[in-house]
């Protein structure tokens, strides 16, 4: 990632405008020194330079929780971001302060307990961190810090000095637009930038994946992060989650736009919840693998298939291959205490089979096969825009043909059905085509499909809704580069200083 360097003076503002995605931190870095909480106006040292990295939240317009299962999905980097601002210390200490709903919050950790102490193993850091839920955001960016530095190989524990973070975001958390890639993002750049390790974007994605599953606990795919780091302003990134390759950035068509609509549900109390299909679309994985005579073998408190069929990806199965051969042989529901004795477990390595639940094993097992079609033909379709306008109808359906099948899964609210039947009502005399849930489900955003020209009736579906539910509904209308795209930026001591005095 590119390293861009500011020596002027932060108050007079005359930022480059390639750099302009910064302000959100130049403007808190700015502030600072008048700051009402006291414990900000000391934070960074007046004489030592800062690096600051951006990663923008996404709106998922097809694809979603497939991207566990190999699917092809279709992310759009939003213009909402994260930004973290590091500086480095002598004293081997990791200061963080990141402003969330309303107010600052702060936290402290040992550098020398996080990469050569008792909290050095990961499993530790993760299971310390479960015992202290009022810190859970910590565990992101901690965890971030100590994955990074872990690829500086060879050092000793004094080449690991101290470092001050300070965080702050537009991107709304709870909303379904990926706050935590976007927070996971911007803060490994930064530690990366300032340590000078040299990481991929690739890399860096994959790694804050492995923190989100190994030391945060959640079971996502990898979709969020690579949107975070290697999405392009305006363009669908086509990214194929085997693991994560990605295989363009599809430019909007002129006169066309996606937007995303908050539900207001963080999360639904009802229904099945992300960690439960993803471990049900496993299941049935597992199931399929066994009819198919493919061989499988313990692997720990999992089990490894050898597959050279569909290299362990439910969406390599073709749509018509599992309908005549193995959608029937699933059970529609099934216990973990039924599944566990006869096939020992499934290959997933971030979650496991509970013996007590029950997981919708055919519905959560068929959405990955028949999404893989969904997102293929939107994509081709997105391509023909420009010469055959009328296709449009036909990716309304897909998008509705995606929600339905989220619905069916048990990942639908009715917060989120309702704004799909409002964006059906407007249809394509008021210039909307279609919409679906995104991300996880039960609850967040939903994304819709129009013309450009099309955002103030979003609005007013979203202002409808919010009479009717009671519930705040956030529009996300514009695009933004990925980290990759706008780099870290380096505010070096002079310009540091006259801001500051």
Same mark, same amino acid.
């Given at each position: 990632m590119r390293l861009h360097r500011l020596s002027a003076p932060l108050f007079d503002r005359r930022v480059? @405008?390639? #750099?302009? *995605? *910064? +302000? #959100? &931190? #130049?403007d808190r870095l700015h502030e600072l020194p008048r700051d009402p909480e006291p414990r900000l106006?000391? *934070?960074f040292a007046p004489d030592v330079g800062v690096h600051i990295a951006r990663a923008p939240g996404r709106l998922d317009v097809m694809g979603g929780i497939a991207d566990y299962s190999g699917a092809t999905v279709l992310q759009l980097p939003l213009d909402c971001a994260t930004v973290a601002i590091l500086q480095r210390h002598v004293a081997p200490r990791c200061d963080l302060a990141t402003h969330r709903g309303g107010q600052w919050e702060f936290f402290s950790i040992d550098m020398d307990s996080l990469i050569t102490g008792e909290l050095h193993d990961p499993l530790a850091l993760a299971a310390w961190f479960e015992n202290r839920p &009022?810190? +859970?955001?910590a565990a992101y960016v901690v965890g971030t810090i100590q994955r990074c530095l872990q690829h500086r190989d060879g050092d000793r524990p004094s080449a690991h000095p101290g470092m001050r973070m300070l965080?702050? @975001?537009?991107v709304p958390e709870g909303k379904g637009v990926s706050s935590s890639a /976007? #927070?996971? =993002? /911007? @803060? =490994?750049a930064v530690v990366a930038a300032s340590y000078d390790v040299a990481l991929t974007p690739e890399q860096l994605a994959l790694d804050c994946q492995w923190v989100e599953n190994h030391i945060v606990g959640a079971p996502c795919g990898i979709m969020d992060q690579m949107t975070s780091v290697c999405g392009r302003s305006d363009r669908l990134m086509r990214l194929k989650c085997q693991p994560g390759t990605i295989e363009g950035h599809i430019e909007i068509p002129a006169g066309f736009a996606f937007f995303g609509i908050d539900s207001g549900l963080r999360? &639904?109390? $009802? !229904?099945?919840?992300?960690? $439960?299909?993803? $471990? &049900?679309?496993? =299941? !049935?994985y597992r199931m399929v693998a066994d009819a198919a005579d493919l061989r499988a073998e313990p692997d720990g408190a999992h089990v490894r298939v050898t597959d050279p069929r569909w290299n362990g990806y439910l969406a390599n199965i073709a749509p018509s291959e599992f309908s005549d051969l193995y959608k029937m042989l699933l059970p529609v529901s099934m216990s973990g205490s039924e599944f566990l004795p006869r096939y020992g477990g499934i290959t997933d390595e971030v979650t496991r089979v509970h013996p007590e639940r029950r997981y919708p094993v055919r519905h959560a097992t068929a959405h990955p096969v028949f999404e893989q079609h969904r997102v293929e033909r939107f994509a081709d379709l997105l391509g023909e825009l420009g010469q055959a306008p009328n296709v449009v109808v036909e990716m309304g359906r897909l998008m509705h043909g995606s929600h339905e099948s989220y619905s069916a899964c048990g990942l639908g609210t009715?917060? $989120?059905d309702r704004l799909v039947e409002l964006v059906a009502e407007a249809g394509s005399p008021r210039g909307l085509f279609g919409a679906k849930i995104t991300g996880a489900g039960s609850g967040g955003t939903v994304a819709v499909f129009g013309r450009d020209d099309a955002e103030s009736v979003v609005r007013e579906i979203a202002e409808r809704y919010a009479v009717e539910s009671g519930r705040a509904a956030q529009v996300f209308a514009d695009s933004g580069p990925g980290a990759q795209e706008t780099g870290v930026l380096y505010v070096d001591p002079v310009a540091w200083t006259v801001s500051t005095s």
């Open positions: 480059p @405008s390639h #750099l302009a *995605f *910064f +302000q #959100l &931190a #130049l106006r000391d *934070f &009022a810190d +859970q955001w965080i702050e @975001s537009n /976007a #927070l996971e =993002m /911007a @803060s =490994m999360h &639904a109390v $009802t !229904g099945a919840d992300y960690g $439960t299909v993803r $471990t &049900a679309a496993f =299941m !049935g009715e917060g $989120t």
